[in-house]
């Protein structure tokens, strides 16, 4: 089974899912293509070898025969483009933040349900192999009681100051960098961890970049087992040397990773060290996405897990506001 796949918003994202399809073209095919900007709709109808293009997603969703869509657009456009192809019974990759407000969060869910599609959160660091292997060993009970999480991502981003387009409005970027960039570490954090967020508390600042939202963040996260998150990330800045991807301090031993290698060293002081082949992490979520769709199988994370990200987000703007703890069941 081929499974064809209409392309909603065609900017620089919209590339690396591109080169995805393109390396499966036995299992998927990118037929139909739509962005308001008709130069970036034809570039990518080029880029997969002829595709249809359309100036409205509503206009593909409704005519173009496609079996699911790859929703790449600006964060406040992600929720009516899911529920448009939800209530059509399209299947859906969604690019991160699965939406912008929790009222969106709770439409997008029922409709999901109610016509039976399968959602996929566009997560595409879950497919590090060094995270696969670092859940794997947590889950197993190797490390035993998970006290401590932490994450990163933080790079000094040059290219968004002369231009901040949408990324610099709160009202279509949904925050500042915490919500952007700031949602790999997020999503990565509790993918990790061993239940399910409760708490959180979190600064937020804007150090050199010229937007209405922050452009670096600290969050802590308590969840419902007693372990504690923290999430660090941030556009100003290069991070230090010895920053890692993510580390797990529990009560058998810990784990560390800069991405590609993974460190274990258990309580008695025994380390072990894999180093993990590189992998292109889009690629690998667009065929693992493909395969949900054919073998029907549920996704690492669907709107499930998006909501609870979302929620972790929202909870650490609400807390930088009102300078408190926030219990994410309260949102």
Known sequence: ?????????????????????????????????ADVVEENARTRAEQVGGA????????????????????????????????????????????KPLCITTDEAAKITQAVKANGVTLMCAHNQLFMPPVAKAREL??????????????????????????????GSLQTAGGGELIDTGYHPTYLLLHLATAEPSEVVAMTSRHRLEMEGEDSAQVMVRFADGSVGTIVTSWAYQPAAVTEKFSVVAEKGTLWSDGRTLNHRTIDGELTTVEF???????????DFITCVTDKRRPINTEVEGVHVLKVILGAYASVKEKRVVTLADL
């Open 1 to 33: 089974m081929t499974v064809n796949v209409g392309l909603i918003g065609c900017g620089g994202i919209s590339n690396p899912h591109v080169r995805g399809y393109l390396e499966i073209p036995d299992r998927a095919k990118v037929t139909a293509v």
């Open 52 to 95: 249809q293009v359309f100036s409205d997603y509503r206009d593909l969703i409704a005519t173009a025969g496609v079996d699911a869509v790859d929703i790449c657009l600006p964060h406040h456009l992600h929720a009516d483009a899911i529920l448009a192809a939800a209530e059509a019974g399209k299947h859906i990759l969604c690019e």
């Open 138 to 167: 947590i889950q197993s009970g190797a490390l035993g009681k998970v006290y401590e999480l932490r994450t990163t991502d933080s790079f000094f981003n040059r290219g968004l100051n002369a231009d901040m387009g949408w990324r």
């Open 277 to 287: 082949p590189e992998v292109h992490a889009f690629s690998a979520e667009i065929a």
